[in-house]
């Protein structure tokens, strides 16, 4: 395919865009680029749709405007860099194309309304380039000051217009988050390029990922010339022209982030062999030479969005193009993991199975991260699980056999070691409950563990298990796809082993180190120490002394072997309190989540809630491990009711702790502020501490609640002396 | 390349002011007359010797234009020495040290050195800031001050080693704590042995 049948068809009234796409499709993987001598007309073709050469249009008068408008701070800026562009190639030492490429960047900022950010000179760049033919010595000297705004005399002429509707279209179509009238929201959405890209990168080249997020590397280091100028500040213009001949026929915005993807990955080995201190520098010259790489570069980056779950993909352009409100930020990019939802997963069953060429993309797996209970109850016939159980775990002069809830580094490792065959060859995908608690203990450690063992491609299904039961429930098991059929399902038991095994994972959460909230959990656990030691304290003693500060170490038999399980296997602690929980059977056992039971569980799970004012026996170690510190989620929003609340008893400080196996989870937790939160006690000291006991589940009109909610008073109360110890205890 | 110390620069002010040109100079020893400009930032690196201990220092180098900002302020975290950088042929670019001053003390550590500097001193006869108001602001502010010249190369050496002596002798009166949070000094394999401890409490644990 040569240039003369690609203008043939161009010529051609009748020709389909189609049929015009695919010649040029096949002429860039036959040539690797656009024939040079007809790429203006091309790219005219491809950016404004116009069959013809690029038309010469001069906009003199809306120019004059523009330099009359824009101030001097802009305008000076401009020139300074336009004077910077490219200094070594002759083409933009003449001072005509300079003053030219500061009149459309004047002219652009003015129209689309947009402050000049720099960066975008260099995009301007390549469509000079594009029409370097047509600039031609100019006897006189360019007689130009940014002073007078008054239109260039060289301005009026130049046939380097040719060449703006060009850039304008190609912003438009190509980098329109660049284009956004708030510099703020510019740079945020920039900034949400770099946390998709990390994903992508973790996605594909885990190794990669690790070794620069361990020294510290982020996106905004070494992408942020490639996304703000879209590659035009770091490759040379031939083979710029090379890259944008490839994404204007492909059409696909997102292209260029697979591009960067593919080009950090093929700088891999040098990437590992650096210095961890070279590392930036090693980055900052990463660069594609000659037009074949460009080519090979831009190939890989197509590969590698073809094995992207498309889901994320189209998460990742909603987010730059559609969804820019801060209250749009995606918070599962925290996991460093892709995350899929059941229909992203669904579609990426199907293309596997459905598409003719399928070796383009790899199988998908399907691995249920639960607890061989959970998974017993009913699972997915098509998911494979985990066998935790049978990973061997070292526990010192302990025979019995144990079961494992929490996973340790050991029993990781082993599981990883099982992945192992699949290395790189399946996309893997883990499935927990999805009850936020439970993933944090099934399904993101082992995530993170694969990927720390640098396999690529793994995901997980965010919601578990349960989106799927919604998912089939919506769609009231209409025809539904086979590979989504359950095998033994009880989603009843399933429910109950999962608030069980939370319950227990709750209680001994102190001592677990899978947590980063790692401040907030050493404070709960003195926080659920010290109120054990009040509630005895109080019952023996009528004054309610609080416990000298000695008394304080002085621990249960049960307490000690929390603590000591810090130091020593966590697993056996759990163990431990998880066949306590089953004999106990309490009552704080069962709840359900209100929106998922039927109405009949809920009242018979009502009437074993101790009422108000009834005698409970506050000695059990089971329910005072239960209590937690609660805040709900949404504290600033609910602040106001309970400020409301406190109206006419607002020499109380309140602080609230409840049994809450429902809704709390680590994200709730996470937002408690400690610190803050403290130093308002601190500034009571005179008042007194209320413990609050509430169950957190939210009752509607069918379902009744436990308690009268006007009669939330069971109450503990403190003096001064406990309040100040409590406090103590409390920044420790 | 073994060394006993890294330390991390940066050097920021506004567009324009010469920031990549003081850079190219010190770590190439030539001067660009018009040099590509910098979109958020890029690195250079020199290694420079102090009481016979090899020190490298790693310099970033940051946009100066306004609008980015929001992004360059996450290159100070863990900087251990920042060059303040104006022109002196630009009253402008001086007005706006204040605002780069405080951006420097809130996005950093408070134990970063800065040192501020004059540049484009060649260019005496175009002049519009006084080296006295440069003094004056670098006293005010507790500052160290130079006027250079990326172009002559004049003091742009100096520049770059004073800032690495101050945080050298910081580090040898033991004010920076090379095991806490100040990340601006990273000790290399050459280091005494006191601090090797730091490398060991760094690399946490690969997983979980």
Redo the contacts between chains.
């Keep these: 395919m040569n240039g003369k049948a690609i203008v043939k068809i161009l010529d051609h009234s009748e020709s389909a865009n189609e049929e015009i796409l695919d010649h040029l499709n096949n002429c860039l993987s036959s040539e690797h680029q656009l024939p040079e001598s007809i790429r203006p007309r091309i790219w005219n073709f491809l950016l404004l749709g116009k069959s013809g050469v690029p038309e010469l249009h001069i906009p003199v008068r809306e120019l004059n405007t523009a330099l009359n408008s824009l101030s001097n701070t802009v305008k000076e800026q401009i020139w300074l860099d336009v004077n910077r562009l490219r200094p070594s190639l002759w083409l933009f030492q003449q001072k005509q194309v300079r003053v030219m490429a500061y009149c459309m960047l004047c002219l652009f900022c003015y129209q689309r309304e947009i402050s000049y950010f720099q960066g975008l000179h260099e995009m301007l760049a390549p469509f000079i380039f594009l029409f370097q033919h047509e600039v031609v010595t100019w006897s006189d000297d360019v007689s130009f000051s940014i002073g007078d705004s008054k239109v260039p005399q060289v301005a009026i002429f130049s046939p380097l217009w040719k060449c703006y509707q060009l850039f304008c279209a190609f912003l438009e179509r190509f980098a329109p988050f660049l284009l956004e009238k708030s510099e703020e929201m510019l740079f945020r959405l920039l900034k949400r390029a770099f946390c998709y890209f990390q994903i992508l990168l973790v996605y594909h080249s885990p190794r990669l990922f690790w070794t620069l997020a361990d020294a510290e590397v982020t996106p905004d280091m070494y992408c942020i010339s490639w996304f703000v100028t879209l590659f035009a500040r770091n490759v040379n213009l031939e083979e710029l022209l090379v890259l944008y001949d490839c994404l204007l026929v492909s059409g696909n915005v997102m292209s260029i982030f697979y591009f960067a993807l593919e080009l950090i990955s093929r700088h891999q080995t040098i990437i590992l062999q650096s210095n961890k201190a070279m590392l930036p520098e090693t980055l900052m010259n990463i660069s594609v030479n000659g037009n074949d790489q460009v080519w090979e570069t831009w190939l890989g980056g197509q590969r590698k969005q073809c094995i992207t779950p498309q889901g994320f993909h189209r998460r990742f352009y909603r987010a730059l193009y559609e969804t820019k409100e801060y209250s749009k930020e995606d918070t599962s990019l925290d996991k460093n993991c892709i995350q899929l939802q059941v229909d992203d997963w669904l579609e990426e069953w199907n293309r596997t199975h459905q598409l003719k060429d399928s070796s383009s993309i790899l199988p998908f797996f399907l691995w249920d991260c639960r607890s061989k209970e959970e998974y017993d109850a009913g699972h997915l016939a098509i998911a494979a699980r985990i066998p935790w159980e049978s990973f061997h775990i070292a526990t010192e002069g302990d025979n019995k056999k144990t079961r494992v809830m929490v996973p340790t580094q050991e029993t990781l490792n082993q599981a990883v070691e099982m992945f192992e065959p699949l290395r790189n060859i399946v996309r893997i995908c883990l499935i927990g409950s999805g009850d936020d608690i439970l993933d944090q203990i099934d399904v993101y450690p082992m995530a993170l563990a694969l990927t720390r063992s640098y396999f690529a491609y793994v995901s997980i299904l965010s919601g578990g298990i349960h989106s799927i039961l919604e998912w089939k429930q919506q769609r009231n098991d209409k025809a539904l796809p086979h590979h989504l059929d359950w095998v033994d399902l009880d989603s009843m038991s399933q429910r109950l082993i999962e608030e069980r095994r939370k319950a227990s994972i709750q209680s001994t959460i102190d001592s677990s180190t899978l947590l980063n909230s790692q401040p907030i959990v050493d404070l709960r656990h003195s926080f659920n120490r010290l109120v054990s030691k009040w509630v005895r304290g109080g019952k023996t003693a009528s004054t309610m002394n609080f416990p000298p500060s000695n008394n304080v170490e002085e621990k249960s038999p049960q307490q000690q072997s929390i603590e000591e399980s810090k130091l020593g296997s966590l697993a056996d602690s759990l163990l431990m309190r998880e066949n306590e929980r089953l004999v106990s059977k309490h009552w704080l056992d069962s709840p359900l989540r209100c929106d998922t039971c039927d109405a009949t569980t809920w009242k018979v799970w009502c009437q074993r809630v101790p009422k108000i004012g009834s005698v409970v026996d506050l000695d059990r170690e089971e329910w005072i491990a239960s209590l937690q510190l609660f805040y709900v989620q949404t504290w600033s929003e609910s602040r106001n009711e309970w400020t409301n609340r406190m109206i006419g008893i607002s020499e109380y400080y309140f602080v609230v702790l409840a049994r809450d196996t429902l809704h709390t989870s680590y994200a709730s937790i996470k937002t408690f502020r400690p610190l803050e939160d403290i130093h308002q006690v601190e500034n009571k000291k005179d008042n007194v501490v209320v413990i609050y006991v509430k169950a957190c589940v939210e009752a509607s009109d069918d379902i009744p609640w436990p308690w009268d909610r006007q009669d939330e008073k069971w109450i503990i109360k403190l003096d001064e002396r406990q309040v100040n110890k409590f406090i103590e205890l409390l920044k420790k | 390349?073994s060394?006993a110390y890294?330390f991390k620069f940066i050097i920021i002010g506004d567009?324009?002011v010469g920031k990549s040109c003081l850079l190219l100079q010190f770590t190439d020893k030539r001067f660009?007359p018009?040099?590509?400009?910098t979109?958020?930032?890029?690195?250079?690196?020199k290694i420079v010797q102090m009481d016979g201990k090899t020190i490298?220092l790693?310099i970033?180098d940051t946009?100066g234009?306004e609008?980015?900002r929001?992004?360059t302020r996450?290159?100070y975290r863990?900087a251990a020495g920042a060059l303040l950088v104006y022109d002196i042929t630009r009253r402008e670019t001086f007005n706006h040290l204040a605002t780069w001053l405080e951006d420097a003390r809130q996005y950093s550590s408070p134990d970063m050195t800065v040192v501020l500097v004059g540049n484009k001193c060649d260019l005496e006869h175009r002049r519009q800031v006084s080296k006295e108001e440069g003094e004056a602001f670098a006293r005010a502010h507790g500052l160290s001050f130079l006027e250079t010249s990326a172009k002559t190369a004049f003091h742009v050496e100096e520049t770059f080693t004073e800032a690495a002596r101050t945080i050298y002798e910081k580090i040898k009166q033991g004010k920076l704590d090379l095991n806490g949070d100040f990340q601006g000094v990273?000790v290399?394999a050459t280091a005494n042995t006191i601090q090797l401890q730091q490398n060991n409490q760094d690399e946490r644990?690969?997983?979980?």
């Design positions: 390349m060394y890294l567009s324009g660009q018009i040099h590509d400009l979109i958020g930032v890029e690195f250079g690196a490298k790693q970033w946009a234009q609008s980015f929001s992004i996450s290159y863990g990273k290399g644990s690969g997983c979980c």
